[in-house]
């Protein structure tokens, strides 16, 4: 068992992304030494096995299995008990993550090929609820009016509620009240809430805590059977990624999520899929790479709707496959094409103002940012000024963010009277 252990933590590990020196100083160690733990030239020990917990997110499992090795691979997987104490914890009170973002973001990368290799043995189930399980169908809806919430008015309001959907659906799994085709369900609800809470941590500028929920979001969705759930989870976890980490380990989040539901997923979800990956290349610099995807994305949605799109993907249409293509062109140095791609979305009637204020205002932040790098300054602050009025009620430390970015930047430029009164008035 030993010699798989160590394997396993080696694969963990490069998953991760964590080049040696980093990892080694987050768990503690020299990398001289870990590297001889992993080779077999040293004992592995407790203490290195928890280390290696801590920094990768990993939910204990090789803690366990050095402990009992007669586990085998039951110690290293995805288990219900691993996975439901893990939830469970993430209700208690008081948990705050400090690990520095690089370390949030491998934590991801390694929670999301765990995700992955635990579907591996999972058999693909049915979701539907059976009849009469009204309790269920109203947390369906909650979750649903939530996403909603999210869009409007932000992450601020949202997280608390998000996280009281999650604390009773964990505790419905634990009640033993449901049993049968129900139980995966539950787990899949488990998973949207997860992941909501996680895109609200996000979204107020909480990444520890927000990994901590993609995680449970995968684990749940790994539970339950549900790919499609766990990809879902995933394409917003690479978000996190590439705004706060090395992009490239967005794109690995996004390649597995893609992996996954290759076979299942309709042509809406591959849509998303695709922008998203685009949008993650775009920061590598990948330029051939981004028009690619976005080709993907644009010829999946050309095939229309189906009627098993999955619910959660209301907001995937031209439009926003639009605004995600101007953010891509904007983030590969091409603002004129930036602007184009933003005009396309409003052209395929993109009702951000009132659908979308929290997302709106960050494009119209990054469209002013495409005016200014233009010269065109009166557009500039006319979009800024657009942006500022999609903030009016929204909160969302995020998308206040990329408009102090753009503060910030026009402040250059105060010798232009439309500038100076804006960041006088704003």
Same mark, same amino acid.
């Given at each position: 068992m030993s010699d798989r252990l160590r394997e396993e933590m080696r694969q963990e590990r490069r998953a991760s992304g964590l080049v040696w020196a980093r990892f080694a100083r987050a768990a503690g160690f020299s990398a001289t030494y870990l590297r001889n733990i992993e080779n077999g030239n040293r004992a592995l020990t407790p203490e290195v096995a928890e280390a290696y917990d801590g920094v990768l997110s990993t939910g204990g499992r090789f803690t366990r299995a050095l402990r009992d090795p007669a586990a085998g691979t039951r110690a290293l997987s995805w288990d219900r008990p691993e996975s439901m104490a893990m939830l469970t914890g993430l209700m208690k009170r008081g948990h705050v993550d400090r690990r520095e973002l690089l370390t949030v973001t491998a934590a991801l990368s390694a929670s999301a090929s765990s995700w992955a290799r635990a579907l591996e043995s999972v058999p693909h189930?049915?979701?539907?609820?059976?009849?009469?399980?009204?309790?269920?169908?109203?947390?369906?809806? /909650?979750?649903?009016?939530?996403?909603?919430? #999210?869009?409007?008015?932000g992450g601020g309001d949202v997280l608390p509620l998000a996280r009281g959907e999650l604390a009773l659906i964990i505790r419905l799994i634990g009640s033993d009240r449901y049993q049968g085709t129900t139980v995966p369900r539950l787990h899949a609800m488990a998973s949207e809430a997860a992941r909501q809470v996680?895109?609200?941590?996000?979204?107020?500028?909480?990444?520890?805590?927000?990994?901590?929920?993609?995680?449970?979001?995968?684990? $749940?969705?790994?539970?339950?059977?549900?790919?499609?759930?766990? !990809?879902?989870?995933? &394409?917003? !976890? !690479?978000?996190q990624c590439y705004s706060t980490g090395p992009p490239e380990r967005a794109v690995h989040l996004l390649d597995l999520a893609r992996e996954q539901v290759r076979w299942r997923a309709t042509p809406r979800m591959h849509a998303m899929l695709a922008a998203r990956t685009a949008r993650?290349?775009?920061?590598?610099?990948?330029?051939?790479?981004?028009?690619?995807?976005?080709?993907?994305?644009?010829?999946?949605? #050309?095939?229309?709707?189906?009627?098993?799109?999955?619910?959660?993907?209301?907001?995937?249409?031209?439009?926003?496959?639009?605004?995600?293509?101007?953010?891509?062109?904007?983030?590969?140095?091409?603002?004129?094409? !930036?602007?184009?791609?933003?005009?396309?979305?409003?052209?395929? #009637?993109?009702?951000?103002?009132? %659908?979308?204020? /929290? &997302?709106?205002?960050?494009?119209?932040?990054?469209?002013?940012?495409?005016?200014?790098?233009?010269?065109?300054?009166? $557009? %500039?602050?006319?979009?800024?000024?657009?942006?500022?009025?999609?903030?009016?009620?929204? #909160?969302?430390?995020?998308?206040?963010?990329?408009?102090?970015?753009?503060?910030? /930047?026009?402040?250059?430029h105060t010798a232009h009277t439309a500038v100076r009164e804006f960041l006088q008035t704003e």
């Open positions: 189930r049915p979701l539907d609820l059976p009849g009469g399980a009204d309790l269920l169908a109203h947390i369906g809806d /909650r979750l649903d009016h939530l996403r909603h919430l #999210d869009d409007e008015l996680g895109w609200a941590a996000f979204d107020q500028g909480k990444p520890g805590l927000a990994a901590r929920y993609f995680d449970g979001a995968l684990r $749940a969705s790994a539970e339950a059977g549900d790919p499609v759930g766990g !990809a879902y989870a995933a &394409s917003f !976890a !690479a978000i993650a290349l775009s920061t590598t610099g990948a330029r051939k790479e981004c028009a690619h995807q976005l080709h993907l994305a644009r010829t999946a949605l #050309d095939k229309g709707p189906r009627e098993d799109d999955p619910e959660v993907l209301y907001w995937v249409d031209h439009g926003e496959i639009e605004m995600i293509a101007g953010s891509t062109a904007l983030s590969l140095g091409d603002p004129a094409e !930036a602007l184009r791609r933003f005009e396309a979305a409003r052209a395929a #009637d993109y009702p951000g103002d009132t %659908a979308f204020p /929290r &997302s709106h205002a960050i494009y119209l932040a990054r469209a002013s940012e495409a005016h200014l790098a233009l010269r065109d300054l009166d $557009a %500039a602050v006319a979009t800024a000024r657009h942006a500022a009025r999609c903030l009016g009620s929204v #909160d969302s430390a995020r998308s206040a963010s990329e408009l102090a970015g753009l503060r910030a /930047r026009l402040r250059a």
